[in-house]
């Protein structure tokens, strides 16, 4: 079952869903919008092994934009902090991303019970695009369990920005 904005709202209020910043106008139908954060990751090795560690670099998009190239793609952060004990939370494009061609996540689209931090974003261009810091990117919805909940404590737990894959670490 997922919530309604209403009660996406309602549960922020009793703080079983947290979201830094919460602003009501950002609530659709059935999930609260998510903003473009200033933090850009590239990976730098030219094949990525989930073994090992890979190099990455980290950047700022300019005031002015960061044009994203076709076929491109760049870990970002949210600049929210997002996260529930009570409820699952699953990122999703918002309708007017999709439509310029950019994926937000490219399979990793569920949220553990129990993780707090920023959402990194797996960004794929289908086209050249230009990425803002505070664009309206992606939505989260918060879906409810159904069985015990067991918290997350994993290794992207209070993530503060992109993070890169962290497979060399195992489960």
Aim: no cysteine; glycine share 8%; hydrophobic share 35%.
């Amino acid at each position: 079952m997922i919530l309604t904005g209403n009660e996406i709202a309602r549960e922020v209020s009793l703080r079983r869903i947290k979201i830094s910043g919460f602003n009501p106008a950002r609530l659709s139908t059935n999930s609260y919008d998510l903003s473009l954060g200033s933090t850009l990751l590239k990976y730098t090795e030219d094949v990525l092994d989930p073994r090992v560690e890979n190099s990455y670099s980290t950047f700022q998009i300019e005031p002015d934009g960061y044009r994203m190239r076709k076929n491109d793609f760049l870990l970002a952060e949210s600049r929210e902090y997002v996260g529930s004990d009570h409820y699952v939370p699953i990122i999703h494009a918002k309708s007017g991303t999709a439509r310029l061609g950019l994926f937000v996540h490219v399979t990793a689209d569920l949220i553990d019970i129990g993780s707090y931090g920023k959402i990194t974003f797996q960004l794929y261009s289908t086209l050249p695009v230009m990425l803002r810091p505070d664009w309206l990117i992606a939505q989260v919805s918060f879906w409810v369990p159904k069985g015990d909940i067991e918290l997350y404590d994993g290794k992207y737990n209070g993530s503060e920005g992109p993070v890169a894959s962290r497979a060399y670490l195992g489960k």
